[in-house]
Every structure is written in C-alpha cells, then in structure tokens.
C-alpha cells in the first residue's frame, strides 16, 4: 500500500538524502494504517517535489521524548542539538502536542 505525507524544510531535503531515516508522526487514524513494508509518498510542502520510501519497521511510543530517545536524534532529527530542542519542534506542530497525548506517537523507520 502507499500512503502519502507532508513535508516542510529542512525535513523534506534531510529524509530526500537520506540524513534522516526515521519519521515521526503522531499515531492517530491516519499512521495506524501503516504497515512494515508498505511506501510512503513525501511530498513538499510547497508541492514542488516529491519522493517514495519504504517502512521498515514500526516503533510506537508514548511521547515524543520516549520515540526521539528510542530512535536517536541522528536518525530523526539530525540537524538538532539536543532531545529537549527536538521535542519542543514537535510539539510547535498544530495539534500535535495534545494529539500525542491521546494518540501516542509512532517513529517510521525508513529506506
């Protein structure tokens, strides 16, 4: 199955190149469809670009300090400094603090 996503910069260009090798998502209706070796469709934000990768395992959490720490900040959000940074970025997201809160958070390991 394909699943489709967005992406805003920097975010888009690391996972393109591959600096960034795990997504993390809230795990709400839309990522509980997710299944291991199923392709996501990334597209920018802006609409201009695009790009598929395949999942190669599925890691939910309860928060997104617990998935950043499981995952290690290298491979989901390697142009940050530190976990506390990392999570205040997710968290600057609409929604996504409070959804993380009722839904948990998944971490999307990608190839």
């Known amino acids: 199955m394909i699943h489709k996503m967005k992406l805003s910069e920097p975010y888009y260009t690391l996972l393109k190149t591959n600096k960034k090798i795990v997504e993390i998502r809230v795990y709400d209706e839309k990522r509980q469809k997710l299944n291991v070796k199923d392709m996501i469709l990334f597209t920018k934000q802006d609409g201009n670009g ?37 999570v205040n970025i997710y968290h600057s997201f609409p929604n996504y603090k409070e959804n993380a809160k009722k839904y948990g958070v998944v971490a999307i390991y990608l190839k």
Request: with cysteine.
């Open 50 to 86: 695009k790009f598929k990768r395949t999942i190669t395992n599925l890691v939910v959490s309860k928060d997104f300090e617990t998935s950043i720490k499981r995952a290690t900040l290298k491979k989901c959000m390697p142009n940050i400094k530190s976990i506390k940074e990392a």
